[in-house]
């Protein structure tokens, strides 16, 4: 059976973000890890959104996911952009998509993950 909840969209992007291909997406907010906070301060106040932090202990592929889950019950149907490094982002891809790499956008609802390569402007 199909979830009938609407699909919250992460788009997982690295402090190189360009915020606007993200104004495209009109994301609902702005999140980050720790070291991505300036890159998230500028992205948000470009995409004219609030900025929130994600747990301090979100640096590794599995707890980001675990982050990103939480964040996909807060926003339903909204789109998020998700600012981390850019270690943070290669690790999460070698975890998430076979051959790894670059940004991601991840569509979470109550039948799971759907993860792909984020191009800019795209998907």
């Known amino acids: ?20 291909a993200l104004r495209a997406r009109r ?12 890159t998230a301060a500028d992205l948000a106040q470009r995409l004219e959104v609030a900025r929130r932090d994600l747990p301090e202990d ?3 592929p599995e707890i980001l996911v675990r982050a990103l889950d939480d964040l996909a019950d807060e926003y ?5 952009a998700v600012v981390v490094t850019a270690e943070a ?4 891809a070698r975890l ?4 790894g790499g670059g940004a991601l956008v991840v569509e979470i609802d ?3 993950h759907r993860w792909g390569p984020w191009a800019a402007g795209g998907r």
Do not use: K, Y
């Not at 059976?1 to 606007?20: F, R, Y």
């Not at 994301?27 to 300036?38: E, F, M, Q, R, Y």
């Not at 339903?76 to 998020?80: D, K, P």
């Open 96 to 99: 998430v998509l076979p051959g």
């Open 89 to 92: 982002l290669a690790a999460l």
């Open 1 to 20: 059976m199909s979830d009938l909840q609407c699909a919250a969209t992460l788009v997982v992007v690295d402090t190189a973000a360009a915020g606007e």
């Open 110 to 112: 109550g039948d799971g």
């Open 58 to 60: 979100a640096t590794s």
């Open 76 to 80: 339903r149907g909204e789109c998020v």
């Open 27 to 38: 994301a609902a907010a702005v999140v980050s890890t720790p070291g991505a906070l300036d």
